[in-house]
């Protein structure tokens, strides 16, 4: 084949925007129910709602829903875990109203709560059918009418009738937060994981076993410096849960009356950060063996820990597990992807050493060659804590790949440094056709998981701690100039994107004196912490205690730590992109920063999104953002887009004529 040379960004490309979301979907949770197997699509198609999809014996597929609804919840604002199944009916939380609702096969779906006082204002998420099989737990979030917004919102676990609308009976209330209600196999107790302000679910939770009969509790695990997740009772009454007690997030058992028993001790996060609703991280085998996924070096995968307790690595491909359930007593269905495939949905069946893996839902085909994927490679470079002090961060690199180009002999590619939102999550090192959309043109990209990320234990994560704004700027920069020594990318033409979380850090760095970027994407980031903090939605109300300190005591720091209030220090042009319904951080976090840039005229480009809330869900704003923030960079940089894909040039204002 032959290879044509041409400047960096402007290759020519089969990843496009359209290309991007066309016949896309986000798998997300899976459940078995008998032999069926029911999973999740977010669909930007379909204006990026969530379809629930049934596998039948035979294979076949049935979309579940009508087309006017949408298995969402709204709890957190993150949602999660929004629909449940048991014996072929489907019970789920439409987006619109945020009220449960029951599917039989074939049937038409019965609302099963209360219409509330205002509209969307009981939210129910995390459900479970009990025992009985006659009622189910759930989260509810309430939104009284008249409320003072997150003061007033309140959090509990209810009871509801699985087959009548009926009024929920509450289980548990009187902590600010309560998650992950599961019945014991007898039906007398309930497990829900809880925490209080300022804490976030990977900070300290407790979990407790409420008898049901007599309202008495029981602090199983849990408290200050130790997070709790994914509680799981087991036939025998014991209970099985997640906990960082040890620095990592690993597998224990409580049996009642007993003491707590280490089942996997690891050095590596079977858990992850408590975002949404309803993690599933593990699953129990009929024999006892429990198959897990676990983040170790930047990378997932799974393994299996058998009966006698030791602990065996799966030879799969999967380097990312978003969800694993059991199927039978020697198999268990994953939403799992690769470096070089999307995720898709797979059967995995022991038979004593023998692994055998069944493709269910299987990736797009993407029409590829193995020289147009990048496929990641984990990078550790030299950083800086808070103090100043050396230390090592984390990231993983994509190179620019083509199978028909090349750039100029002595050229390098320009550097994208990509940033996660949270800030408390980690890159994903799965085939994302977003990130492909860049290196296939050209483009390198380093996505960074700076100090305070997870899957590195409980000590990097808190290396945030009230240090959001320095030491994942911090790590940013290191990761773009060590590529830049080590000849890997151009020094010249650094630019940094992320959103939300990531989109305040890009912020964050174009507001250094020092900063290395010459280029900077915002999608829907933070300009002004302050305000920020008294906007917010409850879930993350005092979230950026532990990041930044205790508000107002705090206020300077929050003053000093805001773009917005360092904006005589941009230099570089940034393109911003904005919903208009965003929740998490509302418009006018974009505005403003916006605002300033013009009338400082520094080089500013502002698309608002309509209908969009935190993340775009919507095809056509999908390919808007990718296309715009294309051509942004190309006017920047100083590139030829390809004509072929007439992608619309955006308006970068007070761009000099001829700066490209």
Sequence with gaps: MTITELPFGSWPTSITSESVVSAAVRLGEVRVDAAEVYWSEGRPDEGGRTQIVRRGVDGGRVDLLPEDMNARTAVHEYGGAAWWVRDGVLYFVNWADQRV???????????LTPEPETPRGDRYGDGAVGPDGRTMVAVREHHPVGG??????RNEIVRLATDRPAEPEILFSGTDFAVAPRLSPDGTRLAVVTWDHPSMPWDDTVLRVRELATGADTVVAGGP???????????????????????????????????????????????????????????????GSIVFARWRDGYDGLAVRHADGSVTELD???????????????????????????PGIYRIEFDGPVVRTETLCAPRELGLETADVSAPEPISFPSTDRTGAPRTAHALFYPPASSGYRGPDGALPPLLVLIHGGPTAHAVPVLSPATQYWTSRGFAVVDVNYGGSTGYG?????LLRDAWGVVDVADCIAAARWLADNGRVDPNRLAIRGGSAGGYTTLAALARPDTPFAAGADHYGVADLEALAAE??????????????????QRDRYRE?????????????????????????PPNQSQMIVDALRERRIPVAYLLFEGEQHGFRQADNI??????ELSFYAQVFGFDLPADEKIEPVTVENLAPGAR
């Design 148 to 153: 003072r917004g997150a003061i007033d919102v």
């Design 101 to 111: 609702y029951r599917i039989e096969r074939d049937g038409a779906p019965v609302a």
């Design 316 to 342: 799969l491909p999967f380097s990312a597990i978003a969800a694993i359930e059991r199927a039978a007593d020697d198999a268990v269905v994953v939403v799992a992807g690769a470096p070089t495939t999307e």
């Design 623 to 628: 390919r808007k953002a990718l296309d715009s």
């Design 458 to 462: 409980r000590a990097y994560r808190e």
């Design 561 to 585: 730590l805001s773009p917005i209030h360092q904006v005589d220090r941009f230099r570089s042009p940034l393109i911003v992109l904005q919903g208009t319904e965003d929740a998490v951080v």
């Design 536 to 553: 917010t939605h409850k879930f993350e109300s005092r979230y950026l205690d532990g990041l930044i300190g205790a508000y107002p005591a």
């Design 225 to 287: 410096g130790e997070s709790v997740q994914e509680p799981r009772w087991q036939p025998d009454g014991s209970l099985l849960f997640l906990s960082d007690r040890n620095g990592w997030w690993n597998l224990y058992r409580w049996t009642p009356g007993g003491a707590i028993e280490a089942l996997i001790e690891v050095e590596a996060e079977i858990g992850v950060p408590g975002w949404q609703l309803g993690s599933a991280r593990y699953a129990v085998l009929g024999d």
